[in-house]
């Protein structure tokens, strides 16, 4: 607990920082660095700053506390850094909040990653209050002085090794809804209907398909409540993900009996392997069978296209107990390498392709320009 401080927020955490711009657009996507909470003797304190995708949020030494009218009395409690990225709130975001059993009446506050966030995700409230959290959850789009600040100790980030520590697992394990008393069901959570810019693999329609013919049941996540989502996660016997920030959730729900595979769209992220170490719990199977990559300039492995191996998968997921399902699927994959070797250095739509290919997956490579073969991977 720290009397009088300021947290420090919004544009007042660009003071001192060299821009190369000052235009709306650019100041809007730019990290809020020099935010966090500054004690009242202008000694930053290691608790009030915050590490959020790969940056650390902090004041500087000797930074002045920033004018401001917004006053809040009484005892708060630093949440740390949040964004809209579903994928970082979840592992980035929730290790702050085990201090609501402090001060239950305390309002828990928040500090945006950038300018342009400007109000909390409602999946965070939806996930504080599944975990029994009534404290006001408020973000912090200004400077504040706050009459006594409560720091707890930043338990479950992505960053860190461990990425959530013993004490987040006891916490997760008394917080989170209960489960029902036994497994059953198989579940495939899918990214096919998150639009064509986002993130996914081609021929994803086709894998769901067979698998729906194997008695699971196709779920999209985004179109679901927090609640749904812990519900589905928690109770299905087999899961299979698309690789992305649904398996995140479903790692806060995961039960001892559960079998998990992610289906890779990306090299496998050290911390992504990391974070379900951290969380002693169910270590789901991670599926690399992508042969070419497809992608806009200037963006990352985030939104890239991956093209699978879609047979050498249904193989590896029957050889794993996933299914029992001898069927033919996809596209030999001869023919994808020879596809995607002769492809042109740019891409132009429509995207000459020499086989049959469903409809979302021609759009999906509509919207991407560039493309290039994978090395052979390799499966555990």
Partial sequence: MIEAPVLVAGRDALAGLDLKRTDEAYLSRLPLRRSGALPADGKPH????????????????????PDTNLRLEG????????????????????????AHDLAPEAPILFLPETLGVTALPGYLVDLARSFGIENELRLLDRSAAVSRLLLPQDICNLAYRPSATPYFRDWLARSRPTAGPELSGRLYVSRSRLGLQAGQYLQ????????????????????????????????????IFADGSAAHMWSLAAREGQTAAVILRRPRDRQFARWFRSLDSVKPHYLDFAIADFWRRGEGPGR??????????????????FHGDARQIGIDRSRLEAWVTGLPPRMKPPVAVPFDLDDLSRDILSQRRFSALRPSPENP
């Fill in 75 to 98: 005892t708060c409690i630093f949440g740390g850094v949040v964004s809209q990225h579903f994928g970082h709130v979840l592992t980035q975001s929730l290790g702050r909040l085990w």
């Fill in 304 to 321: 890239s296209v991956a093209l699978l191996d879609l047979q050498a998968l249904w193989d590896q997921l029957r050889g794993l107990g």
């Fill in 204 to 239: 994803e329609t086709v894998l769901e398909t067979a698998l729906a013919s194997n008695g699971y049941t196709v779920f999209h996540p985004q179109e679901h409540s927090i609640a749904a989502q812990f519900a589905a996660y928690s109770t299905a016997s087999h899961l």
């Fill in 46 to 65: 290691p608790l009030g700053n915050s590490v959020y995708r790969n940056r650390k949020f902090a004041v500087a030494e000797g930074q002045p506390p």
